[in-house]
Nanobody, 121 residues
Framework: QVQLVESGGRLVQAGGSLRLSCAAS????????MGWFRQAPGKEREFVAG????????DHAASVKGRFTISRDNGKNTVFLQMNNLKPEDTAVYYC??????????????WGQGTQVTVSS
């Protein structure tokens, strides 16, 4: 099992940047595919980005492609989400997640508690 703790969310103006971090503990971090999801008020949780165990493969949702970048540091048991050119529609609670199989999308097994990102216009 793995425990996940997100950090880095805050209020930011449109056009600004944030970097979210997710620290993992428990079983070997590098054995997990990692992902970021978000949930805005009144909306379903949606996939934002995923990264393979070694970091060679990434996948980003169309709505964030070119603005957000997922990365990981297996030596520090941490996954990141660099968010640039933020828009008000990016406002949501952002969740870090982990899974054991190799697909970057689909169902994830373990979840963090979430971190709030608010983008003001």
């Amino acid at each position: 099992q793995v425990q996940l703790v997100e950090s880095g969310g805050r209020l930011v103006q449109a056009g600004g940047s944030l970097r979210l971090s997710c620290a993992a503990s428990g079983r070997t971090f590098s054995s997990y595919v990692m992902g970021w999801f978000r949930q805005a008020p009144g909306k379903e949780r949606e996939f934002v980005a995923g990264i393979s165990r070694g970091g060679a493969r990434t996948d980003h949702a169309a709505s964030v492609k070119g603005r957000f970048t997922i990365s990981r540091d297996n030596g520090k048991n941490t996954v990141f989400l660099q968010m640039n050119n933020l828009k008000p529609e990016d406002t949501a609670v952002y969740y870090c997640a982990a899974k054991g199989n190799v697909a970057l999308r689909g169902d994830y097994d373990y979840w963090g508690q979430g971190t709030q990102v608010t983008v003001s216009s």
